[in-house]
């Protein structure tokens, strides 16, 4: 389990953009982190990766504090996809065998090579494999960018807003994918979303954030029309729709 506790991050000393965080993320756990642009959702998946330095709290990987991991180790546990993968002028098979990074001593061995053949089936991305990443389409990038992060083998996913820009049968795909990580390979999962009805319908747990802190955190329970109002100033109708909650915006004029 990934323990994030009363964590505070500014990049200025002055205001802070994480105040007092604390959620994990948990084994066979899809969490969805959720809040306004500009809130701290991707600085939060930053600290945790350890791109940035939180001043206060602590984040600890199964009672170890991630401060004592080596890079290489930390690439182990936890694989990170950011919020814009940039397309480069790389090969599909290169790009995902990046994600063997960690494991790679000398030599690439034929078990990493083997480990990219299997994803590149996985995703349906074969026939792409020596494709240049700026010739994909969005839907083909992202799949990508989590079969590098699979190569990784890590026990922990920290996904930044993955389904941005795709299509709607994409981004079910990816989801799916990933909450069957969560489920059924015991990995832990971190995921930015804006689509309320894509994290209820997928996640399990739920970070509202609020003013660079944590409005609500828990189980499905904690999405209300109330909190939601709060947290985006939007007014919705909340229906229960076979085992998930429907989300849907009221007819509210709102002014630009
Ligand atoms: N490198 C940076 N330097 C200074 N401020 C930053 C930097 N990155 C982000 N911020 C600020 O920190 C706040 C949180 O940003 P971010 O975590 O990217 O928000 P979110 O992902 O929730 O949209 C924003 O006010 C943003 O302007
Ligand atoms: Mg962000």
Redesign the pocket.
């Known amino acids: 389990m990934i323990n994030i506790d009363s964590l505070s991050f500014s990049?200025?000393h002055a205001h802070l953009?994480l105040d007092n965080v604390s959620c994990r993320i948990e084994p066979q756990h899809c969490l969805a982190i959720l809040?306004n642009?500009?809130?701290?959702?991707?600085?939060?998946l930053k600290c945790i990766n350890r791109i940035y330095h939180a001043q206060q709290g602590s984040i600890t990987i199964n009672d170890t504090d991630i401060d004592t991991l080596s890079k290489k180790e930390l690439a182990k546990q936890i694989a990170y996809v950011p919020q814009n993968s940039l397309a480069t002028h790389t090969m599909v098979f290169d790009a995902v065998l990046l994600g063997r990074k960690p494991y790679i001593q000398w030599d690439i061995s034929k078990q990493d090579k083997n480990i990219v053949t299997d994803l590149l089936e996985k995703f349906a991305l074969t026939a792409y494999a020596s494709r240049y990443l700026n010739e994909l389409s969005g839907g083909e990038m992202q799949k990508v960018v989590l079969a590098r992060a699979m190569a990784q083998q890590p026990q922990f996913l920290l996904l930044d807003e993955p389904t941005n820009n795709l299509d709607p049968r994409n981004q079910h795909e990816i989801l799916q994918y990933v909450q069957e990580l969560a489920h059924k390979q015991q990995i832990g999962v971190a995921i930015?979303l804006h689509d309320l009805n894509l994290a209820l319908r997928y996640c399990d747990r739920f970070l509202l954030m609020k003013n660079s802190t944590v409005y609500a955190y828990g189980s499905a329970e904690i999405i209300t029309a109330a909190a939601i109002n709060e947290v985006y100033g939007l007014q919705v109708e909340i229906i229960e729709h076979r085992d998930t909650k429907l989300i849907v915006p009221c007819d509210t004029k709102y002014n630009i």
């Open positions: 990049f200025d953009v809040g642009n500009g809130v701290g959702k991707s600085t939060l930015v």
